[in-house]
């Protein structure tokens, strides 16, 4: 089945921002869509968002440059070619922007269409979105990474990490995690609304706190979890997003909230503590995403028990990923598909971090969209772990209902293995 048109129009993410919806209309009349998502706290090495940077037309975020460049260049290059050659149409994508970064064409333009393509190359086959990823060969349900607090980037810097998660750990069934989080996040609001302490909701819908330091959300978060009914470490464990190069300046580690200046050393400590003050489970870009001497050593000393994923630092890029697994930075790589640019280059990132024998956890950006195509692809590559903000917003609900959808079309095929998806790291030989 060939391609026939081509189009794309502005929409609006979660912030009210502009981004770019991709259409692909197949010659037998079948069409897909391709939504894309923006990050807030962007790592340096991410494939590039193309934005118009006119100030008079949205303050610059618009994208109509972007939408030009799939309506002429990319529609020109891709009409008649066969939807089911995903590959080959992201070779052809990434050859005609040309740049290392897809910075021509714009990543979001280019990320937009894969999208498009893929969906539409799933409806031709009448097969859902991630039976047609995963070549009919998916089935795990994953578990949850969800956001009780916001901070950094996504909260105005009301705490210095950016994310503070939990993960059902002792969930037993898919329904069960969303139960067990709906619970202590809403014991979280409570504890913090008694105490003064919440100003509203963050991007991604956890609560905006008001601290005074970066202990404090510890203890409220310890809190939320007892009044929830339920126990730390055993039940659920706590998962950061440190996101430490929004923190570096080269030299030192500035954390705002308390007007601390850390070297890398004295960070590291940090980490070290709380590691083994909280039943930390998963810790992300605890540092910056040049410190690769820092992500060594903690690895080396945590490694076995603490899932250490990479965002900042691998950014979904093929070639870092195979560094950091030489390397033996961290065990875990976090998954985005504006990070990378493509579809296929996706699939492959994944791929090549379970031949590794780590884990990818599958993520959304702090800018969505009501699309739901990442729980899709979790269950396509029996990925094992989604994390797509919090348990409120529907741009982030629709991801977590979204998987309920699949597990009851997968049936009696569908798996769920919940805190059983650590075990193979955790019981590893520490590196």
């Given at each position: 089945m060939n391609i026939k048109n081509i189009d794309a129009y502005q929409i609006y993410d979660s912030r009210g921002y502009p981004t770019l919806e991709v259409e692909v209309l197949l010659e037998d009349g079948t069409t897909g869509y391709g939504l894309v998502p923006s990050g807030a706290s962007t790592g340096q090495f991410?494939?590039?968002?193309?934005?118009?940077?006119?100030?008079?037309?949205?303050?610059?975020?618009?994208?109509?440059?972007?939408?030009?460049?799939?309506?002429?260049?990319?529609?020109?290059?891709?009409?008649?070619?066969n939807v089911f050659e995903q590959e080959e149409i992201d070779k052809k994508?990434?050859?005609?922007?040309?740049?290392?970064?897809?910075?021509?064409?714009?990543?979001n333009a280019i990320l937009g269409t894969s999208m498009a393509v893929a969906n539409a190359a799933a409806n031709a086959k009448n097969q859902k979105l991630y039976e047609y990823l995963g070549n009919g060969q998916g089935h795990l349900i994953p578990l949850n990474e969800i956001q009780i607090l916001g901070g950094g980037a996504h909260a105005d810097w009301?705490?210095?990490?950016?994310?503070?998660?939990?993960?059902?750990?002792?969930?037993?069934?898919?329904?069960?995690?969303?139960?067990?989080?709906?619970?202590?996040?809403?014991?979280?609001?409570?504890?913090?609304?008694?105490?003064?302490?919440c100003v509203g909701i963050a991007d991604e819908g956890g609560w905006w706190p008001d601290y005074s330091n970066n202990e404090e959300p510890f203890e409220v978060f310890m809190e939320a979890i007892k009044r929830a009914g339920y126990e730390a470490g055993k039940d659920v464990a706590l998962s950061l997003d440190i996101?430490?190069?929004?923190?570096?300046?080269?030299?030192?580690?500035?954390?705002?909230?308390?007007?601390?200046?850390?070297?890398?050393?004295?960070?590291?400590?940090?980490?070290?503590?709380?590691?083994?003050?909280?039943?930390?489970?998963?810790?992300?870009d605890p540092f910056a995403d040049t410190e690769f001497d820092y992500w060594k050593k903690f690895t080396q000393e945590f490694g076995h028990r603490v899932q250490i994923i990479g965002d900042d630092l691998f950014t979904t890029n093929i070639k870092?990923?195979?560094?950091?697994?030489?390397?033996?930075?961290?065990?875990s790589v976090l998954i985005k598909l504006n990070q990378i640019g493509t579809v296929s280059e996706t699939l492959e990132a994944i791929a090549l971090t379970q031949k590794a024998g780590w884990l990818p956890v599958v993520s959304a950006r702090s800018g969505e969209t009501e699309d739901?195509?990442?729980?899709?692809?979790?269950?396509?590559?029996?990925?094992?772990?989604?994390?797509?903000?919090?348990?409120?917003?529907?741009e982030r609900?629709?991801?977590?209902?979204?998987?309920?959808?699949?597990?009851?079309?997968?049936?009696?095929?569908?798996?769920?293995?919940?805190?059983?998806?650590?075990?193979?790291?955790?019981?590893?030989?520490?590196?």
């Open positions: 991410e494939a590039w968002e193309l934005r118009d940077g006119t100030a008079s037309k949205f303050r610059g975020k618009s994208v109509y440059n972007a939408i030009d460049n799939v309506k002429v260049e990319i529609a020109k290059a891709l009409s008649g070619v994508m990434i050859a005609l922007d040309g740049t290392p970064n897809k910075s021509r064409l714009g990543a009301a705490t210095d990490i950016q994310d503070f998660l939990v993960i059902a750990i002792g969930a037993k069934s898919y329904e069960e995690t969303l139960e067990m989080t709906h619970n202590i996040y809403h014991a979280a609001g409570e504890v913090m609304k008694e105490k003064g302490k996101a430490a190069s929004d923190l570096f300046d080269g030299e030192n580690y500035h954390l705002r909230l308390e007007n601390k200046k850390l070297t890398p050393d004295e960070f590291y400590e940090m980490m070290k503590m709380w590691c083994e003050k909280y039943p930390i489970i998963s810790i992300e870092r990923i195979k560094e950091g697994i030489a390397q033996k930075l961290a065990n739901a195509f990442i729980s899709h692809l979790a269950v396509a590559t029996n990925a094992g772990q989604l994390k797509v903000g919090s348990f409120a917003r529907s609900m629709v991801k977590w209902n979204e998987n309920l959808r699949i597990q009851r079309h997968l049936g009696e095929k569908a798996t769920f293995i919940g805190g059983e998806i650590y075990e193979n790291i955790f019981t590893a030989t520490p590196v």
